[in-house]
């Protein structure tokens, strides 16, 4: 059975990205046939992944119009086990264009129809806010990792995220699942860290990864040069932290 | 001449809404009366100023739908000399219903007409995406402000950037322009962090403000308390860094 997880969160800046490039590379590097679709106009897992975004001549953009079959535009091993299919800014106009298309929440369910069977793991990158392309991120996915900073801002935006959630369940999507919640960019020399991932513990009693990720600037650095943090620092707490998940991933998954 | 200036970037987490509040406040402690606009739905700015965003009966979404007059949503005085037009979850659903409304990208900037002479400064804080309610942000403003983390990926969306702010320029408000860039959350210790700096000084080689924002925990701690860095910890490395930038401000707006 296919497993689509969404990573979404309205609030900016707190690991999206980060973690469904870290998480589809670790998986695929598992031996697990993985793919990541980037669906944020601002194409950061793209990017990340050292693809230039501004030399794609086809996006997920192509796919969502329904003017070119997903297989034209998806990027094939970008890393062995692994399939992109990459974003671009020309997303950005998705959001107005898909209001009065047919099936606008259904658009990314459809498109990746043909080929979710290529796939054990497909992971789907939001942008942040809860529009369109994130509705259609979470109609495709049947789950959802929701990373959170560790920090008070971060807190704010969780009701306005479950409720989102629930709608989905409800209207468009009834196997939709919060499958876990992520900690994020924790600083333990801050009393503010500890307090953030009490506070979510008792919010999500049952859902919180064990594995937290740490603050450090290894993470903010792999990016720029296109590379997963196993590739760019395997031996760092970063690395480590993510092949923990990335375990824990699998467990819970059912995959080895 | 009042001066309204858009605090903007589609990248998440950069710190636009701890710019705008921070700066807000001093604005208004400088004497200047200040209106403060938060057009997020996270509603993050009106959080950060002590506001429960579950107890207001009319908010900026009131003003923006026509419903209400803006006198009826602003919440005067939350601090002395500063006025908010806050924001609530309800927001969210905006997006969508404006796409058919009429003068659907200056709703903002309509709505704000009949009290802008009231104000010397008016700061809008907007949510990380370029959709309608930044596109609103961006017609009610003259000048931009642009808070860019140090760090890689907040790099990569400036072109996008930059290019929706010349289409608004060209097509919906002549008179914008990118004020000043701000770089935040610069971590000293890092190599990045420079590096970061050096390559935005390239980009915008006039704009970007003397001041820069270092990351420190204390901006992360304020908010929860619901006050800003300047009630928060007044002798912080913080309070100092908002207060040059207050007043870098102020000599630029020629106000002093
Ligand atoms: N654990 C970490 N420690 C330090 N920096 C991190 C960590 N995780 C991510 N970063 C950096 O923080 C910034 C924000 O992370 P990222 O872009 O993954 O968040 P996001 O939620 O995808 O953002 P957006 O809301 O804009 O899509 C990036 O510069 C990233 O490199
Ligand atoms: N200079 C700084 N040092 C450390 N933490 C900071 C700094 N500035 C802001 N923060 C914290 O970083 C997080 C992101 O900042 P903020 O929410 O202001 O960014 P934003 O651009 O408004 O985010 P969004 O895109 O979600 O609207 C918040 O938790 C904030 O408290
Ligand atoms: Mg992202
Ligand atoms: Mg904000």
Redesign the pocket.
């Known amino acids: 059975m296919r497993r689509v997880l969404a990573l979404a969160n309205?609030?900016?800046?707190?690991g999206k990205t980060t973690t469904a490039v870290n998480l589809s590379v670790f998986l695929a590097r598992s031996g697990h046939r993985t793919l990541l679709v980037d669906i944020d106009p601002q194409a950061n897992a793209t990017s990340s992944l050292g693809i230039d975004k501004l030399a794609l001549p086809e996006t997920v953009y192509d796919a969502l119009a329904g003017e070119r079959p997903v297989t034209d535009c998806l990027l094939r091993d970008v890393r062995p086990g692994l399939d992109l299919l990459p974003a671009s800014s020309t997303l950005a106009g998705a959001e107005v264009e898909l209001v009065s298309a047919p099936r606008r929440e259904f658009r990314l369910r459809d498109a990746l129809e043909p080929i979710g069977s290529e796939y054990e793991v497909i992971l789907i990158d939001c942008p942040?806010s809860l529009g369109l392309l994130t509705v259609n991120a979470l109609t495709a996915a049947r789950e959802v990792i929701i990373p959170i900073?560790c920090?008070?801002?971060?807190l704010e935006?969780l009701v306005q995220l479950v409720n989102t959630l629930d709608l989905i369940k409800r209207r468009l999507n009834p196997p939709l699942d919060v499958f876990g919640v992520l900690m994020t960019m924790f600083d333990a020399r801050t009393r503010l860290a500890a307090q953030v991932v009490q506070e979510v513990r008792r919010f999500f009693p049952r859902r919180m990864f064990r594995t937290i990720i740490p603050r450090t600037v290894r993470l903010a650095e792999a990016p720029s040069y296109g590379k997963a943090i196993f590739e760019y620092d395997p031996s760092s707490r970063a690395a480590q932290a993510y092949a923990e998940l990335g375990r824990e991933l699998l467990e819970r998954l059912a995959l080895s």
Do not use: F, I, N, S
Not at 151 to 154: D, F, G, V
């Open positions: 309205q609030k900016g800046g707190v942040p900073q920090e008070y801002l971060a935006g």
